[in-house]
């Protein structure tokens, strides 16, 4: 494995061949040439980890869902411009290609193949003399960031020789563009998401002037840094004057990754830094009881009553795979996993065929009303096709596939890591045409053991790094049921030795249910990555057809205003826990594979005001209510929910 150094730095241009089963040929995996400083681990190519067990199941529901229908008859797909066509010509498009690409891969589904290869044909045929690519009446940078991002994922799935040239040739012509035409609005943003898309380029060409290009970007674009470091939004805003693009939720999910962006551009420790005072900030001020941050469109503030955009879940979980790889941080694949989930799932309906816009962790109504959104409409919390904004029908497609993509990555020095846990298998080969096969066997999150089967095809030395979640304070790991020392919660374990074939590492994560204090000191119970909920009963009643599907108002057909019962230590009077089979729909209240039963008691004063339930009272909360016994199951399983509860004396 050759390790090059220069300028005084361990710099690696670390080769990696990955075998795809997609077009079973190898691949390479291509590290951060000089002078990029190296991150912690590189990106596998599409397609080198792939989902098994549950996770499979769970995308081939998005598959058989709005993922693998909506372009057939939702008009701003059907009739796009990235297609020829004369209809929507901005960001749609490239959004639904950055999910359905990873998808098709991922799942070997030749009809969704088919249905990415279209949109990848008419931009790969269509680039104009000059560089340009896309529709000719777009005339906005930020289509094209999304554009090039699916290119390199499907550039990395099936070898496709065009790509490199195709991107070249654009970035010379957005370099010669760029002083007469500088980025603006939403480009100005999300400038860490094209600059992500030159640093792989570079990568793969050395052209020097890619990395002037990408320095003149960051130049441009909104200093994210400052804005953290200097951060004055501590509260839920309120007036037009502070709901500006600084403070919009998704352009804060996307920037999370522009720290650590920055830092292989400089090397700077500040911009490395910077990665975690931003998720520092959002989650003190504005942190919501589901693992994300609160933005109704714009910061929102702690109350379980405010919402998330679908989009910003989705965002915030490819800057968590990014930032996570590059820095080598375990404590952002624990957030990566509590977003993934939890808020991914919960936001979708089970089968994947309507969503929202916003999501509450205190839900309990999906109704046409006017809640207390910071600057969202009346219908961001409906179940349909395009509740409030159509961006989130185009861009929900690639949490799941994204996940699972970036669940393994490489090491700069010849070996493996494990960055978030889920049923998968990674096929690589290793230095020395070593073929490596690893199957991770596991019900994870909803189950505490995980076994890898190490199958490389003979003896090979290399390093394994294991991410040990932060919750986990009696995680333990084995080799060949050897113990393993060393284990450290919220770490990466590093087990370097020679591997044979049939090597099996097991590692457990005990799953205690622990109490988490939120809002108004109320309670938030979770269970290794898990959040839980009080699930209410479901009334859908469908507003309006939209497509095969409909738009849906949720109702809930039993209480919902309990308080728990919470001893003096913070320890709930009761709890157990109750495992089920893991099926094909575990995110759905008839599938949910763990659930824990507690006793509380009804607040009769804690109301729904402004459409929604109020902020939980500050307990302990006096009620002559009787004890009841309350099951509590996964947040992601739950569509009408209350999380975040007060406690009751």
């Keep these: ?62 598959a058989d869902g709005l993922t693998g229908h909506l372009d057939e008859f939702w008009p701003d797909l059907r009739d796009s411009a990235w297609l020829g066509k004369g209809g929507e010509g901005w960001e749609r498009g490239p959004y639904y290609l950055d999910g359905l690409v990873p998808l098709a891969y991922l799942l070997d589904d030749a009809k969704l193949i088919e249905k990415s290869r279209k949109w990848i044909e008419w931009t790969l045929t269509h680039q104009r003399a000059d560089g340009a690519i896309g529709p000719e009446k777009n005339i906005d940078w930020w289509p094209n960031m999304v554009m090039a991002k699916a290119l390199t994922q499907y550039a990395e799935a099936t070898g496709d020789p065009r790509v490199v040239p195709l991107l070249s040739k654009y970035f010379a012509y957005h370099a010669a563009q760029l002083d007469k035409r500088p980025l603006h609005e939403w480009a100005q943003y999300r400038w860490q998401e094209e600059v992500l898309t030159i640093l792989w380029l570079y990568n793969r060409t050395g052209d020097p002037a890619l990395v002037d290009l990408a320095k003149k970007l960051k130049a441009q674009g909104y200093d994210w840094r400052k804005h953290f470091e200097e951060f004055s939004y501590p509260n839920r805003l309120e007036g037009k004057e502070q709901m500006t693009l600084a403070t ?116 309990v109504m999906c109704s046409l009303a006017n809640r207390n959104w910071t600057d969202n409409g009346p219908e961001s919390n409906l179940f349909g096709l395009e509740p409030n904004f159509g961006c989130c029908t185009a861009n929900l497609h690639q949490g799941w596939p994204k996940f699972v993509a970036n669940l393994w990555m490489a090491t700069g020095d010849g070996g493996l890591a494990l960055a978030a846990y889920g049923p998968s298998e990674v096929l690589t080969l290793l230095v020395g045409d070593t073929r490596l096969d690893i199957r991770e066997e596991t019900e994870y999150p909803f189950r505490d053991r995980v076994r890898l089967v190490v199958s490389p095809s003979r003896k090979i030395r290399f390093p394994l790094e294991l991410r040990i979640p932060r919750w986990a304070k009696q995680a333990s790991v084995e080799v060949n049921h050897q113990p393993v020392d060393h284990v450290i919660p919220g770490a990466y374990l590093r087990v370097e030795r020679e591997w044979a074939p049939g090597d099996v590492v097991e590692l457990r994560f005990p799953m205690e249910v622990r109490t988490v204090r939120d809002y108004n000191d109320s309670v938030v119970l979770q269970r290794g990555p898990l959040i839980f909920s009080l699930p209410l009963g479901e009334s859908w009643r469908k507003l309006r057809d939209s497509g095969p599907g409909g738009d849906w108002e949720l109702f809930p057909t039993t209480p919902w205003n309990y308080g728990l019962l919470v001893g003096k230590q913070g320890s709930l009077s009761s709890v157990s826990v109750e495992e089920r089979s893991v099926g094909k729909q575990p995110f759905s209240l008839e599938g949910a594979p763990v659930l824990l039963h507690v006793t509380g008691r009804r607040v009769p004063d804690w109301q729904i005001v402004d459409d929604s339930a109020a902020p939980p009272p500050v307990g302990p909360v006096a009620t002559k209510s009787p004890v009841s016994e309350l099951t509590l199951a996964p947040y992601g399983s739950a569509r009408l929910r209350v999380t975040a509860f007060p406690v009751v004396e």
């Design 1 to 62: 494995m050759p390790i090059f150094k220069g300028s005084g730095k361990a710099l690696c241009l670390f080769l990696l061949a990955v075998f795809s089963c997609a077009a079973q040929v190898p691949k390479l995996v291509t590290g951060d040439r000089p002078p990029l400083t190296a991150g912690a681990f590189l990106p596998l190519p599409l397609t080198a980890v792939k989902p098994t067990g549950w996770l499979r199941e769970q995308l081939r529901v998005q």
């Design 248 to 363: 919009h939720g998704v352009n804060n999910a996307m920037a999370l990754k522009a720290g650590a962006i920055s830092y292989l551009l400089s090397g700077d420790p500040g911009d490395r830094a910077v990665s975690s005072l931003m998720l520092d900030r959002l989650y003190r001020y504005h942190g919501l009881a589901n693992g994300m941050f609160s933005s109704s469109e714009h910061y929102a503030g702690k109350s379980p009553s405010q919402g998330i955009e679908l989009c910003a879940v989705v965002e915030a979980m490819f800057s968590l795979e990014i930032e996570g790889g590059i820095l080598g941080d375990a404590s952002m694949g624990d957030r990566l996993e509590q977003i993934a989930y939890n808020a991914l799932p919960a936001t979708l309906s089970a089968d994947m065929w309507s969503h929202q816009y916003d999501q509450q962790p205190n839900q």
